[in-house]
């Protein structure tokens, strides 16, 4: 199942800056459009948002950086 056409995944940092738009006067749509994401997409992260969550960052991000973690803890360079 693909969760979207363009197989994009956004870091929290972009997701918090988009809900901001948001929050600071701008329409779903608007925003949506200007930044390139879904209207659905955008809106699922207002909801999170306004209910307390934290906006998840994409797995291949959140693995990334747990395998520089790992790769430091173990005295490795992770760019191998």
């Not at 901001?20 to 999170?48: F, M, N, P, Y």
Request: proline fraction near 1%; include cysteine.
């Amino acid at each position: 199942m693909n969760r979207n056409s363009s197989g994009r995944r956004y870091d929290r940092e972009f997701k918090n800056n988009a809900v901001a738009l948001v929050r600071g006067g701008r329409t779903i749509t608007e925003v949506a459009r200007d930044l390139g994401v879904s209207k659905w997409s955008l809106g699922h992260w207002v909801r999170r948002a306004e209910e307390g969550q934290a906006l998840s960052e994409p797995k291949t991000l959140a693995l990334r950086g747990l395998s520089n973690a790992n790769c430091a803890a173990c005295g490795r360079n992770s760019s191998m």
